[in-house]
């Protein structure tokens, strides 16, 4: 299933896509697509439905951001050896973990502010992972039967705000609508292998990043089991499990940044695809 939330901003409504890739409104069954709607139990439900057979949305219905309520949002940061090399960093010994303010997220054709004082205004295009049920202490082998789907994610960071501006990472992370998920949130079982999606970004139609989840440092089982062991993980929670090489302080012979007036395309095989124009804040 390809689960999606549609409408005006903070007024979304649950929607499903058909077969013909039209959005129909799921409302007279889940309230929205959030913790409420993720458990295995409601997607098996859910899945039984004939999508034909619900109402369809208007025509150019803005689509929101997959996932409602998120509570948590976790990242990987270096998770692809060859993103580290760009970056000038060391393989992490472990994977390196940090937050981005829940207040980032929006929906995937929304604006792209660039922030006030930016001057280093990147992209990575990501695999994104949502949690279908509560996951502590869990082990590796049973990692995946905690997921409710995949979606894409864009985790647009301000480099100066995240390196040079002291403190943790998450200062570069959360300015609003740094967080692009989605278009749709793709189930479990329509991606029985994530190692081995294609992710790629391309910004006013150059493509930067052209990459596989294949050359992840740590897989997505392993980091579920692996979050789940310094923090729960709720339904609903998202993680975003790190970027392949291209980012654009990674250019040579100079890093490139985002400014005003472009457009950026994100996608990940089978997720769907994201496209953002960039305004200032």
Not at 135 to 155: F, S, W
Not at 223 to 244: H, K, N, Q, W
């Amino acid at each position: 299933m390809k689960l999606l939330r549609y409408g005006a901003l903070g007024n979304e409504r649950p929607g499903i896509l058909d077969s013909a890739g039209q959005i129909r409104d799921l409302s007279s069954h889940v309230s929205d697509i959030d913790a409420s709607s993720l458990s295995p139990e409601v997607l098996t439900r859910l899945s039984a439905l004939d999508p034909e057979t619900l109402p369809p949305a208007r025509p150019n219905e803005r689509i929101g951001a997959c996932v409602g309520n998120v509570g948590k949002m976790i990242c990987i940061g270096l998770n692809y050896a060859d993103h580290a090399a760009e970056a000038g960093m060391d393989i992490p010994s472990e994977p390196i973990l940090f937050s981005k303010a829940t207040s980032a997220i929006c929906g995937a054709f929304d604006n792209l502010e660039i922030p006030r004082e930016s001057i280093k205004t990147d992209w990575e295009v990501e695999l994104g992972v949502v949690i279908g049920k509560r996951a502590k202490y869990i082990e590796q082998t049973d990692a995946l039967t905690h997921v409710a789907g995949y979606c894409t994610v864009n985790d647009v960071s301000e480099r100066d705000f995240q390196i040079h501006r002291k403190g943790q990472w998450v200062k570069g992370k959360s300015h609003d609508t740094f967080a692009p998920i989605g278009p749709w949130l793709v189930t479990r079982h329509e991606i029985p292998d994530p190692q081995n999606l294609g992710l790629k970004l391309a910004v006013d139609g150059e493509v930067y990043q052209d990459g596989n989840t294949q050359t992840m440092i740590y897989g997505v089982s392993f980091l579920i089991a692996y979050i789940s062991r310094f923090m729960t993980l709720e339904a609903g929670d998202v993680i975003a499990t790190g970027t392949p090489p291209g980012v654009g302080m990674g250019q040579k012979p100079e890093s490139i940044f985002l400014k005003p007036g472009q457009t950026v395309e994100a996608e990940v095989e089978g997720l769907g695809a994201q496209r953002q124009v960039t305004v200032n804040a």
